[in-house]
């Protein structure tokens, strides 16, 4: 049956932790993979670039047909071609000769070197007047031997892996995958995160506000982040707390990764809750020391032999907010096959005295900004208490106050936890 135990932050995220492992592997359309971890390594179908080609606008020559030449004794060469990129040119380039050609265009056979256009006479001419075959173009600058020229798998080798399993799909990951010809890719799905918020008071925003009720900021703010983090919200609406209510919208989140409810875990409606929760799988109830956020459920629904993990976010907003951010943030990384769920904290300066005089971790929302002195500055948002979402709002940044430091003076450095 449910304790309450108090333990440390970093406690109650191993153990929140071992619940989870990675989901399985899925191909995805390129585009929606960003954010997901690969699930494979992933190897260069062909070289990159396919083909020598030329990296500017301009000819491609024999360099050996431009020697010596300078502004006042240029070299002519005779214009054979004009080859734009996504064509061929088969007939090698000869002595004296030359191709005009656009960035990107394969070298033709024969040529070994591109003078860009700014070293011929083609910037005097008039409009209309650029050399097309059979014309004259002079070359005012020797070009040297590879001059301009990319070669075929200067960029990557065919087989050689580009991106390795784990790696974390960007908007350069997907620039990389598209050149590549590949348009799907080997991820981690992404978690269905079941959401319940519970209460008697609790309103569906956009409808009318019964007096002494509240709308149901939690279930929002929290799918927002699922979201954010890479998962797929799916919510299950409002629980009156009644067993029955309650047992029914739980039983909607059975076929999701996770299940998160809001509310009901501190010690007013404990009981319905607590009991629900006993009936349909082993949940335990903890303190846990920070603030805001001290009471937290957690455990696995066990419908017909499986497990499904269960997150009972305590019902203030910023509470609510703050141990999604420290706990369902990780528990989504890790399904979704990535370790990288550490917020980074950094030092800064706080220009506000804050008090913690209840031995917990304490989390104050913040806005950190970079002084010209190249230090960082936090500044509390305001009034911190748990039921005020602005401050959250307000925040860039968590402080990081140790369980066991009473009081940050102005001007002390403090750790900060940054959320953007
Ligand atoms: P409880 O954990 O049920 O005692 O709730 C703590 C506080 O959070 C109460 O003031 C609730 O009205 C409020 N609260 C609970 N659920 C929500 C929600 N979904 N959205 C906004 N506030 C909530
Ligand atoms: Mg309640």
Request: proline share 8%; charged share 25%; hydrophobic share 40%.
């Amino acid at each position: 049956m449910p304790v309450s135990e108090m333990i440390s932050v970093e406690e109650a995220r191993e153990r929140i932790l071992s619940f989870f492992s990675r989901l399985e592997p899925v191909r995805v359309p390129l585009l929606k993979a960003l954010g997901q971890a690969i699930a494979e390594d992933i190897a260069a179908p062909f070289d990159v670039p396919p083909l020598d080609n030329t990296a500017m606008d301009g000819y491609a020559v024999r360099h050996e047909d431009t020697d010596g030449a300078t502004q006042a004794s240029p070299r002519e060469l005779r214009v054979v071609a004009d080859l734009a990129a996504g064509y061929i040119l088969d007939t090698p380039v000869g002595a004296g000769e030359a191709v005009r050609i656009m960035t990107g265009a394969p070298m033709p056979p024969g040529a070994d070197a591109i003078v860009p256009f700014e070293e011929t006479d083609e910037p005097l001419r008039g409009p209309n007047e650029a050399p097309t075959r059979g014309d004259q173009v002079r070359v005012f600058k020797a070009a040297k031997r590879h001059a301009n020229v990319r070669f075929r798998g200067e960029d990557l080798r065919e087989g050689q892996v580009i991106m390795a399993a784990g790696r974390v799909v960007r908007p350069s990951e997907i620039g990389v995958l598209a050149s590549m010809g590949l348009n799907e890719v080997p991820v981690y799905r992404r978690p269905v995160v079941a959401i319940l918020s519970t209460g008697d008071e609790i309103t569906e925003p956009g409808q009318p506000l019964k007096p002494g009720r509240i709308y149901d900021a939690n279930a929002y703010s929290v799918a927002a982040l699922v979201r954010a983090y890479g998962g797929v919200p799916k919510l299950l609406g409002i629980a009156k707390d009644t067993v029955e209510d309650l047992t029914a919208k739980i039983r909607e989140g059975f076929d999701a990764d996770m299940i998160v409810t809001s509310a009901g875990v501190s010690r007013g409606d404990f009981d319905v809750v607590k009991d629900v929760l006993a009936r349909e799988g082993a949940i335990d109830f903890w303190t846990v020391r920070m603030k805001p956020g001290k009471p937290l459920a957690f455990g696995a629904f066990t419908p017909d032999g499986r497990k499904v993990p269960h997150l009972g976010l305590p019902g203030n907003p910023v509470s609510s907010m703050v141990s999604f951010e420290l706990f369902g943030r990780p528990a989504m990384f890790k399904m979704l096959g990535r370790d990288d769920w550490e917020r980074q904290i950094v030092r800064a300066v706080t220009r506000d005295q804050v008090r913690n005089t209840d031995g917990r971790r304490f989390f104050a929302r913040c806005i950190v900004t970079k002084g010209e002195d190249g230090r960082f500055y936090a500044d509390l948002t305001g009034p911190q208490g748990s039921g005020i979402l602005t401050s959250m709002s307000a925040a860039n940044g968590l402080t990081v106050i140790p369980e066991d430091l009473p009081v940050a003076h102005p001007g002390d450095e403090i750790d900060v936890m940054l959320l953007d």
